[in-house]
Nanobody
Framework: QVQLTESGGGMVQAGASLRLSCSAS???????????MGWYRQPPGKERQFVAA??????TTRYSRKARFTVSRNNDRNTVYLQMINLQPEDTAVYFC???????????????????WGEGTQVTVSQ
């Protein structure tokens, strides 16, 4: 069973940047290279929201908010990243790394399309 471990969260001021990382264990290089991976977030008191997704080979991406977030991956390291720039207080949330159920679609906008969730990493942005 694949396990996802996020890192890179923290407390920052508005305008700062952060890069989140997600390491996948229990998955071979070949299998991981086929997995659609992505990020969700859950702001305080709200439901989980889709943020970004990336195909197994990294050539296809999908975003809910492209302007400030960029998803990427390094399959040699079984790791997916979320680069966030110009963070704002409304970006405060727990950020979750996810693995999609299907390997042929980056449309993982709803929780029922997610097979594996990480435990999450907190990002707090102050004014």
């Amino acid at each position: 069973q694949v396990q996802l471990t996020e890192s890179g969260g923290g407390m920052v001021q508005a305008g700062a940047s952060l890069r989140l990382s997600c390491s996948a264990s229990g998955r071979s290089f070949i299998d991981y290279s086929r997995d659609v991976m992505g990020w969700y977030r859950q702001p305080p008191g709200k439901e989980r929201q889709f943020v970004a997704a990336i195909s197994g080979d990294g050539t296809t991406t999908r975003y809910s908010r492209k302007a400030r977030f960029t998803v990427s991956r390094n399959n040699d390291r079984n790791t997916v990243y979320l680069q966030m720039i110009n963070l704002q207080p409304e970006d405060t949330a727990v950020y979750f790394c996810v693995k999609g159920r299907r390997s042929d679609s980056v449309i993982i906008d709803t929780p029922d399309t997610i097979e594996v969730w990480g435990e999450g990493t907190q990002v707090t942005v102050s004014q």
